[in-house]
Structure formats: structure tokens, C-alpha cells
């Protein structure tokens, strides 16, 4: 119950521009005839159901239950048809091959280290079809160094029934490790707050090694850009968007 009004409330506080951006940058990036699409850790469905609206074959993979319950929700709401798939995607054993895996939202910094992220990207392009894309963005060392460290967000409900507080500190113990201390409090009847607290822990990886590990798994075809590009746009940019072929 808890964690179902946190996936709710990382929901309605997304940025919906963010979903319009990975709609431009899925569609300007798509091979012609891409008719099925993967997005995995595709979460509440967002960009599902825009991808789906124009017209495309999507599956919506997630670990979470309650985030595809929202995307349920999504779905229908929109009349969208969404093949729904509860997974872990570093074993995607049951799954065909795609024309397109999209994966967003530095999705795979939250993957334990570099073993499981070889892991992911060779099920990836074991589902991949021969002329297929893979599409993916990642969080920048710079993010996890610079950027995130001491970063605060906090947010109240207008009714005041909801309220949420993010915090993010550096992980001394791994090399461009951010921990993210997340704290949801909800409003009882009697007017008294309860908390529930989440950690959510990242990584960012060096662009060598990201190439590397892509070239390991089969992708002998990798463009790396920023801001939402192919190219690199900033000196230090704190995502970097990835289009990879076999």
C-alpha cells in the first residue's frame, strides 16, 4: 500500500516534458521499419503509451508490480494497447526479439555494478533483431560527482495530505556511487504524518568503459550524444543519450 502511493507520487511528480523528449529522441532514432518495441524499466508506461498511440507494437517491462499497475491505468485510460511484463532485466530468457529496446531514466545506473550492466546490455542484444536499435541514456560521472551531492527536492501535496523530501549524498564506497535518501509521509485522519523511507542507490560509469562493455555484448555500431542528441553538446554533460546497433 505504501509503496503503491510512492509509485504513484514518482509518477505524478515526473516531468512530463522528460516523456515528450524520450518520444522525440525513440522516433527520431527508430529504423524505418520498426514495427515491435521493448522498453524496459518502462515504469508507470508513460512513453509506452505514446509510442504505442503512434502505432507501434510496444511491451512495457518492469520489476515493479505496482508500477505496472500504473501503467495499466495509463493504458487504459489512453484506449492504448500495452503488452505488460513483469521482469528483471538481466534475464530477459522468456522474451522474442525486438526491432527496438529502448531504456530511459539512467535505468541502468541502478544495477548493483559494471558485471550486471555487461550482463543486461548481452540479454539486450541477444533479443535485439539483426537490424534492430538499442536506445538508452545514463547518468554522467559528472551527475553522480558534481551534480547530486547535497542535492535537495521537497514537495507538499496543496492539500497537504502528501509531502515527499529527496536528499542525495556521494557513496564513498563505489567510484561515482550517489545515494538517494527518499522520505514520503501521508496524512491520517487524526491529522498525524506517517513516514516511509526508501534508499535508492547509483552509479555512473566512465564512456570507455560503457563502449567497451556494448562492444562486448555485440554492438559493433554505438553513437553517444547528449541533451537528448547523438552528439555531444556540453563540456560536461550529466546524461548521455546512447544509439547502438549490432
Same mark, same amino acid.
Given at each position: 500500500?505504501?509503496?503503491?502511493?510512492?509509485?504513484?507520487?514518482?509518477?505524478?511528480?515526473?516531468?512530463?516534458?522528460?516523456?515528450?523528449?524520450?518520444?522525440?529522441?525513440?522516433?527520431?532514432?527508430?529504423?524505418?521499419?520498426?514495427?515491435?518495441?521493448?522498453?524496459?524499466?518502462?515504469?508507470?508506461?508513460?512513453?509506452?503509451?505514446?509510442?504505442?498511440?503512434?502505432?507501434?507494437?510496444?511491451?512495457?517491462? /518492469?520489476? &515493479? !508490480?505496482?508500477?505496472?499497475?500504473? #501503467?495499466?491505468?495509463?493504458?487504459?485510460?489512453?484506449?492504448?494497447? =500495452?503488452?505488460?511484463?513483469?521482469?528483471?532485466?538481466? /534475464?530477459? &530468457? !522468456?522474451?522474442?526479439?525486438?526491432? #527496438?529496446?529502448?531504456?530511459?531514466?539512467?535505468?541502468?545506473?541502478? =544495477?548493483?555494478d559494471a558485471a550486471a550492466v555487461q550482463k543486461t546490455f548481452n540479454e539486450i542484444a541477444d533479443h535485439l533483431k539483426d537490424n534492430g536499435v538499442f536506445l538508452f541514456d545514463v547518468i554522467s560521472p559528472y551527475q553522480t560527482d558534481v551534480v547530486y551531492p547535497g542535492y535537495m527536492f521537497n514537495y507538499e501535496d496543496e492539500d497537504h495530505q502528501r509531502a515527499f523530501m529527496w536528499q542525495s549524498f556521494k557513496d564513498d564506497d563505489v567510484d561515482h556511487g550517489v545515494i538517494h535518501e527518499l522520505a514520503f509521509f501521508t496524512r491520517d485522519n487524526d491529522g498525524r504524518y506517517d513516514r516511509v523511507g526508501e534508499t535508492h542507490y547509483e552509479r555512473a560509469y566512465e564512456l570507455p568503459l560503457l563502449k567497451q562493455m556494448l562492444s562486448q555484448a555485440g554492438f559493433n555500431s554505438v553513437e553517444v550524444g547528449s541533451n537528448f542528441s547523438t552528439s555531444i553538446k556540453e563540456e560536461n554533460p550529466t546524461r548521455w543519450f546512447f544509439k547502438c546497433h549490432k
Open positions: 500500500m505504501i509503496y503503491q502511493s510512492f509509485a504513484q507520487l514518482y509518477d505524478q511528480l515526473f516531468d512530463p516534458e522528460m516523456y515528450q523528449k524520450w518520444e522525440e529522441f525513440t522516433i527520431k532514432n527508430l529504423p524505418a521499419d520498426t514495427k515491435n518495441i521493448l522498453d524496459l524499466a518502462g515504469g508507470s508506461g508513460r512513453l509506452g503509451v505514446m509510442l504505442a498511440a503512434r502505432g507501434f507494437d510496444v511491451t512495457v517491462a /518492469d520489476f &515493479s !508490480a505496482e508500477m505496472l499497475s500504473i #501503467a495499466d491505468q495509463h493504458a487504459t485510460e489512453a484506449g492504448a494497447n =500495452l503488452h505488460l511484463l513483469q521482469a528483471d532485466m538481466r /534475464d530477459l &530468457s !522468456a522474451l522474442p526479439q525486438y526491432d #527496438a529496446i529502448t531504456c530511459y531514466a539512467d535505468s541502468f545506473c541502478y =544495477l548493483d
